[in-house]
């Protein structure tokens, strides 16, 4: 069974620009998750969305944004890119009746200069 | 003051020796712990789940949790090498049976196993 993929790996983008990162979750889960790892500041819950629609959504400003789409995959859209948005992205996926059991991809790297 | 706080270590043992890790919380609506084991650039792999007060063991891991001192710790027995990562304690509210989705994490402990 394929894990939870996240694409691309690592990005680098220039401050005030857009970043859009993509997340394939376990096939037959239906609700992704998107956290951010920061240096010095832990893992930080973005967004939650689960058969389409978002459901929760973390303490962060409205220009992190995302989707998801009928296949249950997930992006997670940045934009007007600032220094402080350098961190690895986490997608996660979960199943339908099975708690808060989580599985994570490896991450995207964010670079912004 | 955080809602989970967890000691960053880091902590260094010699192979073999029990690993205790801990973590406490200010959020007494936290029903659900869980224990997640981080190597340096990989996402994190969740080793224990549990959501009552006791223990939980699973091979060489134990999860405590005490709900009445807002304190959970992980146990590993005859730690190894391989052991060595970060662990990652995370807590998560389910209000009537609907989950919100957010785990709230520790900051880690970053753990080394020395041979």
């Known amino acids: 069974e394929a894990g939870v993929t996240q694409s691309p790996t690592h990005l680098i983008k220039t401050r005030g620009q857009q970043a859009t990162l993509r997340c394939s979750p376990i096939s037959g889960h239906t609700s992704v998750y998107w956290y951010q790892q920061a240096l010095g500041l832990g893992l930080q819950f973005l967004l939650w969305y689960d058969e389409g629609e978002e459901r929760n959504r973390g303490n962060f400003p409205p220009r992190f944004s995302g989707r998801q789409f009928p296949n249950y995959s997930s992006e997670l859209n940045v934009n007007a890119l600032e220094l402080e948005d350098s961190a690895l992205y986490l997608c996660?996926?979960?199943?339908?009746?099975?708690?808060?059991?989580?599985?994570f991809g490896s991450g995207t790297r964010l670079t912004v200069v | 003051q955080k809602e989970v706080e967890q000691d960053p270590g880091p902590l260094s043992v010699p192979e073999g020796a029990i690993v205790s890790l801990n973590c406490t919380y200010s959020n007494s609506a936290f029903q659900y712990f869980m224990w997640y084991r981080q190597y340096s650039r990989k996402g994190p792999e969740l080793l224990m789940y549990t959501y009552s007060s006791g223990n939980k063991e699973d091979g060489r891991f134990t999860a405590q949790v005490d709900k009445s001192s807002k304190y959970i710790s992980l146990f590993i027995r005859d730690s190894q090498p391989s052991d060595s990562a970060t662990y990652l304690c995370a807590m998560s509210i389910n209000a009537g049976g609907t989950s919100y989705g957010k785990l709230t994490f520790g900051q880690g402990t970053i753990l080394t196993v020395h041979p």
């Open positions: 996660a996926s979960s199943k339908r009746g099975t708690g808060q059991r989580y599985t």
